[in-house]
């Protein structure tokens, strides 16, 4: 079975803060974990819109929010907001690899935005492998998904798909919680 995980992290240590945004788009949503730097949560979404960050909450939301799309043999995405505005945006389609088509797509990519709040050595490799990743296996590309979330220091990246039902997020992440 594929991985497919959609996320939101947001640069906080308030709970209360990531509940009210949540409430205030007027959306179902699950917090699934927080850590020193990120609380990570996601959002019930439409089928069709599942890949795209959710204008409700970009709007609303302050500080770094980050949104993460990993669909493990299909691709991944990447997007950095700073108080609503998009300052990041990395797209990595696997679907077409296998065409002679570039795969990857870096439109609006800032590897400084990126480097700014990555943590440990990763920030000084991991922005140029992104920059680069065109050119490396589809193997490799799979992975760096999970090595930039790792690098971010995300605490909840693998395995959520929240759908209205919190049963499989919260066999994973067991502090898993509905915003009510």
Same mark, same amino acid.
């Given at each position: 079975?594929?991985?497919?995980?959609?996320?939101?992290?947001?640069?906080?240590?308030?709970?209360?803060?990531?509940?009210?945004?949540? &409430?205030?788009?007027?959306? *179902? %949503?699950?917090? @699934?974990? /927080?850590?020193?730097?990120?609380?990570?949560? +996601?959002? #019930?979404? =439409?089928?069709?819109?599942?890949?795209?960050?959710?204008?409700?909450?970009?709007?609303?939301?302050?500080?770094?929010?980050?949104?993460?799309?990993?669909?493990?043999?299909?691709?991944?995405? &990447?997007?950095?907001?700073? *108080? %609503?505005?998009? @300052?990041? /945006?990395?797209?990595?389609?696997?679907?077409? +690899?296998? #065409?002679? =088509?570039?795969?990857?797509?870096?439109?609006?990519?800032?590897?400084?935005?990126?480097?700014?709040?990555?943590?440990?050595?990763?920030?000084?490799?991991?922005?140029?492998?992104?920059?680069?990743?065109?050119?490396?296996?589809? %193997?490799?590309?799979?992975?760096?998904?999970?090595?930039?979330?790792?690098?971010?220091?995300?605490?909840?990246?693998?395995?959520?798909?929240?759908?209205?039902?919190?049963?499989?997020?919260?066999?994973?992440?067991?502090?898993?919680?509905?915003?009510?």
């Amino acid at each position: 079975m594929s991985e497919f995980s959609v996320t939101y992290h947001m640069r906080t240590k308030n709970i209360k803060e990531v509940e009210e945004m949540i &409430l205030k788009s007027g959306l *179902d %949503g699950v917090i @699934i974990e /927080k850590n020193n730097l990120w609380l990570s949560f +996601a959002i #019930s979404e =439409e089928p069709e819109n599942i890949h795209l960050p959710n204008d409700k909450i970009v709007e609303n939301s302050s500080g770094t929010l980050i949104f993460n799309v990993f669909a493990e043999d299909h691709g991944w995405a &990447l997007y950095i907001y700073e *108080d %609503g505005k998009q @300052i990041s /945006k990395y797209e990595q389609d696997f679907d077409a +690899a296998y #065409s002679f =088509e570039r795969y990857v797509y870096l439109r609006e990519y800032n590897m400084n935005a990126l480097s700014k709040i990555m943590t440990g050595v990763s920030k000084l490799y991991l922005p140029v492998i992104m920059q680069i990743s065109s050119l490396l296996p589809l %193997g490799y590309n799979m992975k760096l998904s999970k090595k930039v979330a790792s690098a971010l220091n995300l605490p909840a990246y693998e395995w959520v798909l929240y759908e209205g039902d919190i049963k499989k997020i919260k066999e994973v992440y067991k502090d898993a919680y509905k915003v009510k």
